[in-house]
Protein backbone atom coordinates (compact mmCIF):
# COMPACT_ATOMS: atom_id res chain seq x y z
CA UNK A 1 0.00 0.00 0.00
CA UNK A 2 0.95 3.61 -0.74
CA UNK A 3 1.58 5.60 2.24
CA UNK A 4 3.99 7.73 4.26
CA UNK A 5 6.33 6.41 6.77
CA UNK A 6 7.43 8.23 10.06
CA UNK A 7 9.78 6.59 12.38
CA UNK A 8 10.52 5.81 15.47
CA UNK A 9 6.45 6.40 16.63
CA UNK A 10 8.30 7.60 20.30
CA UNK A 11 12.22 9.12 20.26
CA UNK A 12 13.60 10.65 23.58
CA UNK A 13 16.47 13.04 23.66
CA UNK A 14 19.29 13.73 26.06
CA UNK A 15 20.58 17.19 27.02
CA UNK A 16 22.99 18.32 23.82
CA UNK A 17 21.86 15.28 21.85
CA UNK A 18 20.80 15.64 17.58
CA UNK A 19 18.41 13.34 16.95
CA UNK A 20 16.83 12.44 13.51
CA UNK A 21 13.41 11.60 12.38
CA UNK A 22 12.87 9.47 9.76
CA UNK A 23 10.05 9.91 6.87
CA UNK A 24 9.73 7.78 4.08
CA UNK A 25 6.87 8.13 0.96
CA UNK A 26 6.35 5.42 -1.52
CA UNK A 27 3.52 7.86 -2.84
CA UNK A 28 5.92 9.41 -5.54
CA UNK A 29 5.36 13.07 -4.10
CA UNK A 30 7.52 15.97 -5.39
CA UNK A 31 6.23 18.19 -2.23
CA UNK A 32 7.42 17.39 1.40
CA UNK A 33 6.75 18.91 4.35
CA UNK A 34 7.69 18.54 8.27
CA UNK A 35 5.22 19.93 10.90
CA UNK A 36 5.33 20.51 14.38
CA UNK A 37 2.53 19.90 16.83
CA UNK A 38 2.28 21.23 20.70
CA UNK A 39 -0.51 20.80 22.92
CA UNK A 40 -2.86 22.61 22.28
CA UNK A 41 -2.11 24.79 19.59
CA UNK A 42 -2.33 23.46 15.74
CA UNK A 43 -0.17 22.30 13.47
CA UNK A 44 3.41 24.68 12.96
CA UNK A 45 5.85 24.28 9.83
CA UNK A 46 8.99 23.55 10.15
CA UNK A 47 10.34 23.01 6.90
CA UNK A 48 9.61 21.81 3.24
CA UNK A 49 10.22 20.17 0.11
CA UNK A 50 9.35 20.47 -3.47
CA UNK A 51 11.73 19.12 -5.44
CA UNK A 52 14.83 16.70 -4.37
CA UNK A 53 18.15 18.61 -3.41
CA UNK A 54 15.97 21.97 -2.23
CA UNK A 55 14.24 23.01 0.32
CA UNK A 56 13.25 25.81 2.25
CA UNK A 57 12.30 26.99 5.86
CA UNK A 58 9.00 27.57 7.68
CA UNK A 59 7.41 29.50 10.53
CA UNK A 60 9.83 27.84 12.76
CA UNK A 61 12.97 26.15 11.29
CA UNK A 62 15.34 27.75 14.02
CA UNK A 63 17.30 24.60 15.55
CA UNK A 64 15.85 22.07 13.03
CA UNK A 65 18.11 20.81 9.87
CA UNK A 66 16.70 19.24 6.86
CA UNK A 67 17.73 17.13 3.91
CA UNK A 68 15.93 15.80 0.44
CA UNK A 69 18.89 13.34 -1.34
CA UNK A 70 15.98 11.38 -2.15
CA UNK A 71 12.61 12.19 -3.78
CA UNK A 72 11.18 9.48 -1.20
CA UNK A 73 13.05 10.35 1.88
CA UNK A 74 12.72 13.91 4.41
CA UNK A 75 14.82 13.15 7.47
CA UNK A 76 14.41 16.06 9.91
CA UNK A 77 17.19 16.90 12.14
CA UNK A 78 16.71 17.91 15.73
CA UNK A 79 19.51 19.48 17.16
CA UNK A 80 20.50 20.43 20.49
CA UNK A 81 19.66 24.72 19.65
CA UNK A 82 16.02 23.37 20.14
CA UNK A 83 15.35 24.41 23.56
CA UNK A 84 11.83 23.06 23.39
CA UNK A 85 12.07 20.15 21.53
CA UNK A 86 9.31 18.24 23.09
CA UNK A 87 6.34 17.97 21.14
CA UNK A 88 4.16 15.76 17.95
CA UNK A 89 6.18 16.00 14.31
CA UNK A 90 4.28 14.70 11.37
CA UNK A 91 5.81 14.50 8.09
CA UNK A 92 3.41 15.09 5.22
CA UNK A 93 3.67 15.28 0.96
CA UNK A 94 1.46 16.45 -1.75
CA UNK A 95 1.26 15.53 -5.43
CA UNK A 96 1.12 18.24 -7.95
CA UNK A 97 -2.19 18.61 -8.14
CA UNK A 98 -4.15 22.01 -7.98
CA UNK A 99 -6.12 21.17 -4.85
CA UNK A 100 -3.15 19.80 -2.92
CA UNK A 101 -3.84 17.56 -0.74
CA UNK A 102 -1.46 16.77 2.31
CA UNK A 103 -1.10 13.10 3.13
CA UNK A 104 0.24 12.82 6.73
CA UNK A 105 2.72 9.85 8.21
CA UNK A 106 1.36 8.81 11.46
CA UNK A 107 3.52 11.26 13.50
CA UNK A 108 6.89 10.78 16.17
CA UNK A 109 6.47 12.37 19.97
CA UNK A 110 9.79 13.34 20.85
CA UNK A 111 10.37 13.84 24.20
CA UNK A 112 13.53 15.11 26.17
CA UNK A 113 14.49 13.08 28.81
CA UNK B 1 -0.52 37.17 7.02
CA UNK B 2 -3.03 34.57 6.82
CA UNK B 3 -4.50 33.61 10.19
CA UNK B 4 -7.12 31.17 11.41
CA UNK B 5 -9.03 31.25 14.54
CA UNK B 6 -10.92 28.72 16.29
CA UNK B 7 -12.49 30.35 19.02
CA UNK B 8 -14.21 26.87 20.73
CA UNK B 9 -11.37 24.88 22.23
CA UNK B 10 -14.23 21.76 23.52
CA UNK B 11 -17.32 20.90 22.20
CA UNK B 12 -19.50 18.20 22.87
CA UNK B 13 -22.90 16.19 21.41
CA UNK B 14 -24.97 13.96 22.04
CA UNK B 15 -24.38 10.77 19.87
CA UNK B 16 -26.92 11.53 16.60
CA UNK B 17 -27.39 14.95 17.24
CA UNK B 18 -25.94 17.67 15.01
CA UNK B 19 -22.98 20.61 15.96
CA UNK B 20 -21.59 23.07 14.29
CA UNK B 21 -17.51 23.94 14.99
CA UNK B 22 -16.95 27.40 14.16
CA UNK B 23 -13.67 29.01 12.20
CA UNK B 24 -12.53 32.05 11.20
CA UNK B 25 -10.04 33.26 8.77
CA UNK B 26 -7.85 36.31 7.82
CA UNK B 27 -6.47 36.70 4.17
CA UNK B 28 -6.52 39.50 1.46
CA UNK B 29 -6.41 36.91 -1.23
CA UNK B 30 -9.66 36.21 -3.56
CA UNK B 31 -8.40 32.40 -4.16
CA UNK B 32 -7.63 29.50 -1.66
CA UNK B 33 -8.60 26.55 0.04
CA UNK B 34 -10.02 25.76 3.12
CA UNK B 35 -9.82 22.60 4.97
CA UNK B 36 -10.79 20.62 7.55
CA UNK B 37 -8.92 17.86 9.52
CA UNK B 38 -9.73 15.40 11.97
CA UNK B 39 -7.08 13.90 14.24
CA UNK B 40 -8.33 11.51 16.45
CA UNK B 41 -6.69 9.73 19.68
CA UNK B 42 -4.45 8.18 17.18
CA UNK B 43 -3.06 11.00 16.02
CA UNK B 44 -2.98 10.31 12.41
CA UNK B 45 -4.21 13.75 10.20
CA UNK B 46 -7.48 13.17 8.43
CA UNK B 47 -8.95 15.24 5.70
CA UNK B 48 -12.53 15.59 6.52
CA UNK B 49 -13.70 18.04 3.64
CA UNK B 50 -12.10 20.55 1.59
CA UNK B 51 -13.62 23.65 0.23
CA UNK B 52 -12.40 26.10 -2.78
CA UNK B 53 -12.52 30.20 -2.47
CA UNK B 54 -14.19 30.39 -5.57
CA UNK B 55 -17.10 27.57 -5.51
CA UNK B 56 -20.03 29.41 -4.05
CA UNK B 57 -21.76 26.12 -3.33
CA UNK B 58 -20.76 24.79 0.07
CA UNK B 59 -18.97 21.41 0.28
CA UNK B 60 -20.44 18.54 1.32
CA UNK B 61 -19.24 14.73 2.43
CA UNK B 62 -21.68 12.36 3.98
CA UNK B 63 -22.92 13.53 7.42
CA UNK B 64 -20.29 16.36 7.25
CA UNK B 65 -20.91 19.83 5.56
CA UNK B 66 -19.69 23.31 5.82
CA UNK B 67 -20.95 26.85 5.71
CA UNK B 68 -18.32 29.25 4.12
CA UNK B 69 -18.91 32.50 3.84
CA UNK B 70 -16.77 34.51 2.11
CA UNK B 71 -17.65 37.99 3.07
CA UNK B 72 -17.36 37.48 6.50
CA UNK B 73 -13.94 34.96 6.02
CA UNK B 74 -16.02 32.26 8.02
CA UNK B 75 -15.96 28.47 7.76
CA UNK B 76 -18.01 26.25 10.13
CA UNK B 77 -18.16 22.34 10.09
CA UNK B 78 -21.59 20.73 10.67
CA UNK B 79 -20.85 16.81 11.36
CA UNK B 80 -24.79 15.74 11.11
CA UNK B 81 -25.76 11.98 13.07
CA UNK B 82 -22.83 12.09 15.21
CA UNK B 83 -20.96 9.13 16.05
CA UNK B 84 -18.65 7.87 18.75
CA UNK B 85 -16.40 8.01 16.39
CA UNK B 86 -16.52 11.48 15.00
CA UNK B 87 -14.33 11.99 18.97
CA UNK B 88 -11.28 13.84 17.73
CA UNK B 89 -9.34 16.84 17.37
CA UNK B 90 -10.90 19.04 14.79
CA UNK B 91 -8.85 21.90 12.95
CA UNK B 92 -9.34 24.24 10.46
CA UNK B 93 -6.89 24.99 7.69
CA UNK B 94 -6.00 27.59 4.92
CA UNK B 95 -3.85 27.00 1.59
CA UNK B 96 -3.46 29.32 -1.01
CA UNK B 97 -1.73 27.36 -3.55
CA UNK B 98 -0.77 30.18 -6.18
CA UNK B 99 0.78 32.26 -3.35
CA UNK B 100 4.54 33.39 -4.35
CA UNK B 101 6.13 30.33 -3.01
CA UNK B 102 2.92 28.40 -4.20
CA UNK B 103 4.60 26.11 -1.15
CA UNK B 104 1.29 24.04 -0.36
CA UNK B 105 2.12 25.43 3.52
CA UNK B 106 -1.07 24.87 5.13
CA UNK B 107 -2.14 27.22 8.21
CA UNK B 108 -3.92 25.65 11.03
CA UNK B 109 -6.03 26.86 13.46
CA UNK B 110 -5.64 26.03 17.21
CA UNK B 111 -8.10 23.17 16.66
CA UNK B 112 -11.29 21.90 18.93
CA UNK B 113 -11.81 19.36 20.92
CA UNK B 114 -14.81 17.34 19.73
CA UNK B 115 -16.77 14.38 22.33
CA UNK B 116 -19.16 12.56 21.34
CA UNK B 117 -21.31 11.08 24.44
CA UNK B 118 -23.55 7.88 24.20
Known amino acids: DGGITQSPKYLFRKEGQNVTLSCEQNLNHDAMYWYRQDPGQGLRLIYY???????QKGDIAEGYSVSREKKESFPLTVTSAQKNPTAFYLC????????????FGSGTQLSVL | AQTVTQSQPEMSVQEAETVTLSCTYD???????LFWYKQPPSRQMILVIRQEAYKQQNATENRFSVNFQKAAKSFSLKISDSQLGDTAMYFC???????????????FGQGTTLQVKP
Open chain 2, 27 to 33: TSESNYY
Open chain 1, 92 to 103: ASSPEDPLKKLF
Open chain 2, 93 to 107: AFMNPWGDSNTGKLI
Open chain 1, 49 to 55: SQIVNDF
